[in-house]
T-cell receptor, first 111, second 116 residues
């Protein structure tokens, strides 16, 4: 069974702080996606990374795909209350269409 | 523009009842997925359709779960003889074209099922 472990599970920080969320697996993925989900809604795609070592930036969010395509990280700079939500990584095993979702990181940013 | 819609948004069922959950994907989307999301967890894959063909149903927990997409658009997930462990949010997602290689999945808001 392919698993994606996310850490930390929960994170509560003050507005303006920086944070990093990790997504780790022993399996190789052809692509990896990060989503944010708010209560009562479905996940919304933030970014897709496909190349080992790839770094993508989305305003204050920086995403990195590991060189071996087994892990990824999400770094948020100067967190804001609007960043509060459940962050999910999802890996696509090579040659399949099926995404394996991580265990999730619940972030709360306090004003 | 219309996104993925799901109905009902909330469903309360007595144990043993049958339920049917509907998903209206984005028009023209070839791929359709169903996921089950337990409280505080990430979504877990249930089944995948490419047009009307159900290509993968390996994630369906038991033979009480059945999904169909007869005309390649709207899909229905049916759960027979519901059990308390079926309580979860059921998410539908669609993508275009065929899934794979990082295509964007668009998720609906989910149906929250509570089995008493």
């Amino acid at each position: 069974t392919q698993l994606l472990e996310q850490s930390p599970q929960f994170l509560s920080i003050q507005e303006g702080e920086n944070l990093t969320v990790y997504c780790n697996s022993s399996s190789v993925f052809s692509s990896l996606q990060w989503y944010r989900q708010e209560p009562g809604e479905g996940p919304v795609l933030l970014v897709t990374v496909v190349t080992g070592g790839e770094v993508k930036k989305l305003k204050r969010l920086t995403f990195q795909f590991g060189d071996a395509r087994k892990d990824s990280s999400l770094h948020i700079t100067a967190a804001q209350p609007g960043d509060t939500g459940l962050y999910l990584c999802a890996g696509e095993p090579s040659g399949t269409y099926k995404y394996i979702f991580g265990t999730g990181t619940r972030l709360k940013v306090l004003a | 523009g219309a996104g993925v819609s799901q109905s009902p948004r909330y469903k309360v069922a007595k144990r043993g009842q049958d339920v049917a959950l509907r998903c209206d994907p984005i028009s023209g989307h070839v791929s359709l997925f169903w996921y089950q999301q337990a409280l505080g967890q990430g979504p877990e894959f249930l089944t995948y359709f490419q047009n009307e063909a159900q290509l993968d149903k390996s994630g369906l927990p038991s033979d009480r779960f059945f999904a169909e997409r007869p005309e390649g658009s709207v899909s229905t997930l049916k759960i027979q003889r519901t059990q308390q462990e079926d309580s979860a949010v059921y998410l539908c997602a669609s993508s275009f074209p065929v899934a794979g290689m990082g295509e964007t999945q668009y998720f609906g808001p989910g149906t929250r099922l509570l089995v008493l």
